[in-house]
């Protein structure tokens, strides 16, 4: 199986191009306004025109009202919403437009959180594991990958301090549907992406995909 690709925090269209021929899988647009790669609808609107069809626009959202997630996501064209904040499994639900997906981040803190959030979002297509801050989206840190269990209910998505040097060695440990950055591969605007760590990150999911296909055929 394929370990999935998403690069999130795009702001800018080149960046977006670039990444899309690298293969990804699926493009963060962020609707939190405190976040420095926070968009307008407008312009996450013009974005999303950019992307090819097989790439997945993911919307990610902290707190916002229901009404509000239904809006953005009909303007802009998302085809996910990430709930990044407190919300319930209801308020989830109540957010998110007829047929589309919806995935929960976890704050990390410790095993009994994710085991928890296994149990009261079973209704996400799967939960996007993020590691705890103080504060909302992401920290740019990591968090302890043995407090993820090897059998899940849902899919999960790895993210949280992910970088070119450790996503290899993140795929070996957990095995996740899908692995999510957007810190790890910025240049140092933190609303410009880089190329080359772009492409070093989607080489070493490759190579870690690849080893782990020879293991499995021993």
């Known amino acids: 199986?394929?370990?999935?690709?998403?690069?999130?925090?795009f702001t800018d269209a080149g960046d977006l191009r670039d990444a899309a021929a690298l293969?990804?899988?699926?493009?963060?647009?962020?609707?939190?306004?405190?976040?420095?790669?926070?968009?307008?609808?407008?312009?996450?609107?013009?974005?999303r025109r950019v992307l090819p069809s097989w790439v997945s626009?993911?919307?990610?959202?902290?707190?916002?009202e229901p009404a509000?997630?239904?809006r953005v996501a009909s303007r802009v064209g998302l085809d996910v919403?990430?709930?990044?904040?407190?919300?319930?499994?209801?308020?989830?639900?109540?957010?998110?437009?007829d047929g589309l997906a919806w995935w929960r981040a976890v704050r990390m803190r410790s095993a009994g959180v994710l085991l928890e959030s296994f149990d009261r979002f079973g209704q996400a297509e799967a939960l996007l594991l993020d590691s705890f801050s103080h504060g909302y989206g992401g920290s740019g840190t990591g968090f302890?990958?043995?407090?993820?269990?090897?059998v899940r209910p849902l899919p999960v998505v790895l993210s949280g301090g992910l970088t070119p040097d450790n996503?290899?060695?993140?795929?070996?440990?957990?095995?996740p549907?899908?692995?999510d950055v957007s810190s790890g591969i910025q240049s140092d605007d933190p609303r410009r992406k880089a190329l080359a760590r772009m492409e070093r990150f989607v080489a070493e999911v490759l190579r870690a995909d690849a080893k782990l296909c020879q293991t499995s055929t021993r």
């Open 68 to 70: 509000e997630v239904r």
């Open 81 to 97: 919403i990430q709930f990044h904040g407190d919300e319930s499994p209801e308020r989830c639900l109540a957010s998110v437009p």
């Open 1 to 9: 199986m394929r370990t999935r690709i998403k690069f999130c925090g």
């Open 57 to 64: 626009a993911v919307g990610l959202f902290v707190n916002a």
């Open 177 to 179: 549907a899908a692995v």
């Open 23 to 47: 293969g990804i899988d699926a493009a963060g647009f962020v609707f939190y306004a405190k976040s420095p790669r926070h968009l307008d609808e407008d312009t996450a609107a013009a974005l």
């Open 144 to 150: 302890d990958w043995s407090w993820i269990p090897a």
């Open 167 to 175: 996503v290899a060695d993140a795929i070996a440990a957990v095995r």
